[in-house]
């Protein structure tokens, strides 16, 4: 099945929230997603995941995820295989999922299943950098108040996944207006940019 130039209609948007930023030394505690069919939302997932240890007072802080929230979560071992079951096999669109969350998808899953993540995805991130070359920043918070789609990003996972979808949604009407094709943009698939 080849979507290499495609921007799909149908997808799942995930975005997880970490103890850090290293796939190797740091771990999932929540994963939130949107399943959107045919330009509609038809489901969410979100769950809290237990990382077994401690997170930082600076993870706190910026997800105001506690360890007592952590305490009663599913570890990885449930939670994973919950959003892979939820996923169902569907591209996976995230903002900077290439960098950051297939990362961490992929360590979960050799850590759990034994191999690695190897779904299709799309970066909104890097659509953002192609349709908006001149701006300095593309981040999820910078594109949401740039869209007008919101204040402020909450750094939780199923709020920020929906949040992708809309700056998705406005790309893709603003590709249209421009007439733009996606030809022209080629999104960031399994392989890289």
């Known amino acids: 099945?080849?979507?290499l130039f495609e921007l799909p209609d149908s997808y799942v948007c995930v975005?997880?929230?970490?103890?850090?930023?290293?796939?190797?030394?740091?771990?999932?505690?929540?994963?939130?997603?949107?399943?959107v069919k045919d330009n509609e939302i038809t489901d969410t997932?979100?769950?809290?995941?237990?990382?077994g240890y401690h997170i930082s007072s600076f993870i706190t802080g910026l997800t105001g995820i506690t360890d007592d929230m952590?305490?009663?979560?599913?570890?990885?071992?449930?939670?994973?295989?919950?959003f892979l079951n939820f996923a169902d096999g569907n591209i996976l669109m995230g903002h900077n999922i290439h960098s950051f969350d297939i990362?961490?998808?992929?360590?979960?899953?050799?850590?759990?299943?034994?191999?690695?993540f190897d779904g299709d995805h799309i970066d909104t991130l890097y659509l953002s950098r192609k349709l908006f070359p001149y701006e300095r920043h593309h981040r999820l918070c910078d594109l949401i108040t740039r869209f007008n789609i919101a204040e402020r990003e909450e750094h939780?996972?199923?709020?920020?996944?929906?949040q992708t979808v809309d700056c998705y949604n406005y790309m893709?009407?603003?590709?249209?207006e421009h007439g733009i094709?996606?030809?022209?943009?080629?999104?960031?698939r399994r392989s890289g940019y």
Do not use: W
């Open 103 to 116: 990362k961490f998808i992929s360590s979960s899953c050799l850590l759990v299943t034994g191999k690695p």
């Open 172 to 176: 893709r009407k603003y590709m249209q």
């Open 1 to 3: 099945m080849n979507h």
């Open 45 to 51: 997932f979100q769950t809290l995941v237990d990382p």
């Open 15 to 35: 975005d997880l929230e970490t103890t850090g930023l290293n796939p190797c030394r740091d771990k999932i505690i929540e994963i939130g997603a949107v399943k």
């Open 70 to 82: 952590l305490s009663s979560a599913p570890g990885i071992f449930e939670a994973l295989p919950e």
């Open 156 to 162: 939780r996972a199923l709020s920020d996944a929906l």
């Open 181 to 188: 094709t996606p030809e022209e943009i080629r999104p960031c």
